[in-house]
């Protein structure tokens, strides 16, 4: 059997223990070949891919990024909704003699994943991002690596506000889900929490902000790139017409806001690209070798149209629909435990 | 209502923000009072104890070790399968005022937790051990920040072995449970890890090493501390009658060994308390945060006899004897995973 | 002797360390009694202040922060070249009962420093500051952390970048003296170190990225808040007059012009004020506490009008005046074996 | 001009940054070629080499270990205060068209490189040693990275030794100079630090470590592998008729002697390999690079038996004969600054 694998969307760290972990089990156990495509479906479309042995994937595991590259390169033309023409895919496909696809990726791709197993293509989805925000497993790998970096953040963060008596605001990514900012503000002890699905007033941040004041502390704002203000303050300038903020990030909006608002010197920090960089956890590590794995065996099993997921201590295959029908969002149980902290 | 908080047995990563969790939750928002026991057992016996209230529990979440101090003082005199008399340990609990007990702690103190609950002192238990081998949750916090130092610990080792050609021994905890050994291992790419459940003879590990030798590489040897070997090696010098370690550690008896097999220069390093000392990961520090919160309610719930288990991304309350009938060891299709990489 | 000490301007990891290190020989070894005022000026001005001795300082050196808080409130009226008018200063002196003063802080604490022995006040300079633009003293306190977190952060951002083929640029601080900078790009293997004394044209920056590219790599820029372009380029959009940024930090500027340029995707992360916060490092927590050490000797020496230098492997006294004349900033022989890596 | 490198002794972190920017300078700017021995001499007698330019030092300032590998075989034959016969080593050298040497190592090595001078071979000596115990300069690349893994090690075992009340007892290396266990000690706080220069006797160890207690912490006691007991301690179970410990390390001896006399529960802590291995500092990656750019401008001035020395800021070459002399060992003053914490 021959597979290929390849990597698409933003990098999450881990992304090279996942591919190590399939080399080690499908070449060295299951007898399989495997290729890797470059820059995700761009090398699938020029041609552009290495072989995947065990040499080849020596030393992997603790190693941010990935060897193969990634990029947001779509793998057959055509928009959402529309008929999907896959007559050119099909083509490469069968000249590169593949009995099977690999695809490493976050919910973007496993989407992709989906429609190909759909249209007949034996697709196994391998998820990875940092933003959790997947359906149908526990945790995706990258995230435990991304929230250790943004609490290491907080917590300098924490002395140097502390030292001065000032509110330091940091962003964490999550666009629509707040998994970052909710386990990085739990672990970190942030007074306040910010997260895409639980709009809160500029009123009610600030007087989080100044009841943490007034018990004699500084407080620890981490607000998710993806958060907006609720009510009135939408129309405040720095935000445009949905209350999302026009120019930089939202920590750049919201901390002259809380500055104006309670007369304590406020600092926003943008973490940015940081968070997806570097060695991943051993958690992170575990996790996506473990992937990797049990990818390789539903290959063997001919599982296609499932994706390898996290459930308690198991990685278990589930269907690909499962996992891509929503994004997995924080619910609110979650958010009232941070809630706890607040203020 | 008025619960009692005590740690016992050894310290793991995440128990002061295992306590901040249930104090912000039982005081602050079930209104609860809160008393912690210094020393685990020795503060209830001489009445050494402090209020907990949201004060006493700021700033906690990052802090290793726990600020009531942890002891193997037992609760109760008696020897296990004796009649417990709990006449003393009764009259001492109503002088206290206590409505509950939460009980912090590994395997022997939910098994303590067990048994006042079946004597119908009302108490809940709250898993922790770097060990990670309590039955019924998927982690127990501690366990990710001691993998994490000995991931670290493996990719320092790593370096200075390639540097000299050497093969590096790392000895991790784990007495009856190889769960340190198992996922470091995979973090770290070990060449072999050796775990308390699975014994391997000495040819086997050295065939493993010469192997990777002739790849051209330097091995990475991981071990638990009660892993054995099997067979014949057992009586090899520096092994008690039982196959185990007379002298030092297991890496301090297996290093030479392995260096007199196979001709190759091999160090040993045994990890030891810095395993379970220090700042714990954000993963513990959620874990150890939730499952407060969880005690907590269920302290309001008069949910006495259950246990906080991590069940997948959820904090589940257990009955204690579900998680103290028997140690979680590592299954065998676990380790296969991890000797994908042997050799 | 009574000293009293305090903390100004920005803050900067070991000052703890500091105030331990003179706390533990004053008190402990010399007899004498000191007190610290909080926030800066403001504790002196407004009778703010704690008693210093060993169980004060107990456990300082691996915190970040200051126990003491720092701010930039200025100790007296009057603006630069003015005649200064100590009265009201001298009278809080006295009525403090303060025999001497010690000072933490950079280039404009050392400077008041400098202004208060010059009008008779006995005063002793601790320098620190993560820019390392202080002359007399090798370097101080704090640059070793912030060069640890910025360079760490390089590491973090060339796996991301490689992944995707961007070119990565880094903001750090430094907004005279590109220290920061030069360390954390030589120690991360920068491809461009961009310090404010060097200015270079957009034509010279983007023909390094493009060389990188050319090289089949991708580039890691790490550039100085204090940098500015050479040449046509201070006119584009983004600069003010003086080729300075006008919105946000200069990697904001400077990323989208060198994408425009080259047509490579590239990407602004400004560290901020995760640079000050967190733990120190080993180094600067020695050189901290040494520092304060020396402090201490020297006020039992009574040699006033000296800030503690490190030289070599010693901490030597040195005049104020000579350490406060004028900024210590990148030589060219320095920038010279940066640029070594680059292109 | 063609010049040889290699490295011998053990290894020490920065050497990979070191072996970079010798040939980012000599070979990219002045024009030279230059080839790496593999595990140091043995390379050299076994023709066994690598060319090196700048694809092959890519990437590697942040990598631990070294690509060369290093070893302890000797460069010729003949014991210390022999005649040297160089015959076949001119032969080799001849043969491989060498016009230079830099050696980079330790003590041993450098004392080599010192020999080899004063015979006529042209030698550079690049020093690098994790003990810091030579003279001339004023820290060797490896020693930061050395003393930052040893504190972080001991701010780990404080929390452990918090929670359990114990005494705990690290030991780090250093054979004759204890600047390891001088640093990582101030940096991390222990109450006791014991170097190979400045014996204690049990008693003495033992009243600091109680004298702890009664000011109710727990006290970490840090260790050189070199120390020894002073006094009627030598002749214990345990101790060689030297006063150096028989079996184990020192602390595994001094612990249960500890332990014994104070009634302190006491445990030990070995922290071996680790302390040599993994991603250098910051502060050594950049010491390291700038010896390497120094030792290739010393080729081209063909400045022959000198090393690479770091004086205050600035690497200056030194002859080599007033590096090797003699070992640089921890100062009375030094050690008087460490015991200001102890007790």
């Not at 989407?111 to 991002?129: C, F, M, N, R």
């Not at 502390?162 to 970052?180: K, N, P, T, Y």
């Not at 973490?271 to 051993?282: E, F, K, Y």
């Amino acid at each position: 059997m021959k597979l290929g694998v390849l990597c698409s969307g933003g990098d999450s760290p881990g992304m090279n223990a996942a591919i190590r972990g399939a080399v080690l089990r499908a070449v060295d156990v299951h007898g399989f070949e495997m290729i890797g495509f470059m820059d995700g479906w761009r090398g699938f479309h020029e041609g552009d891919w290495i072989a995947l042995d065990r040499p080849a994937v020596r030393g992997l595991s603790p190693l941010g990024g990935v060897i193969l590259g990634t990029s947001r390169v779509p793998p057959f033309a055509g928009r959402p909704g529309e008929e999907i023409d896959l007559s050119d895919f099909r083509a490469r496909y069968d000249a590169y003699g593949l009995d099977g696809f690999l695809l490493i990726g976050g919910n973007g791709t496993q989407t992709v994943a989906s429609i190909l197993s759909d249209h007949g293509v034996p697709t196994i989805g391998l998820p990875k991002t940092i933003d959790n925000d997947l359906s149908a497993t526990d945790y995706t790998f990258g995230f435990d690596t991304a929230v250790s970096i943004a609490a290491e953040a907080i917590d300098r963060l924490r002395t140097t506000g502390d030292s001065h008596r000032r509110c330091m605001v940091l962003e964490v990514m999550g666009r629509d889900a707040g998994w970052i900012a909710l386990h990085a503000g739990m672990a970190g002890g942030a007074q306040v929490s910010l997260l895409p699905e639980f709009p809160e007033t500029l009123e009610q941040v600030c007087e989080w902000v100044t009841s943490v004041r007034d018990r004699g502390r500084s407080s620890l704002v981490v607000v998710a790139e993806g958060f907006r203000l609720d009510g009135a303050a939408v129309t405040r300038e720095g935000l445009d017409g949905f209350g999302r903020p026009r120019l930089g990030g939202v920590a750049e909006v919201l901390a002259p806001l809380i500055e104006a608002e309670t007369g304590i010197e406020t600092r926003a920090t943008v973490l940015g690209h940081v968070q997806r960089g570097g060695s991943p956890t051993a958690f992170d590590r575990v996790l996506a070798t473990r992937t990797g794995i049990a990818a390789a065996d539903a290959a063997l099993a001919e599982s296609w149209g499932t994706m390898a997921a996290l459930q308690g201590d198991q990685i278990t295959m589930v269907p690909l629909a499962d996992a891509v029908g929503r994004l997995k969002t924080v619910p609110a149980d979650r958010y009232a435990e941070a809630r706890l902290n607040f203020g």
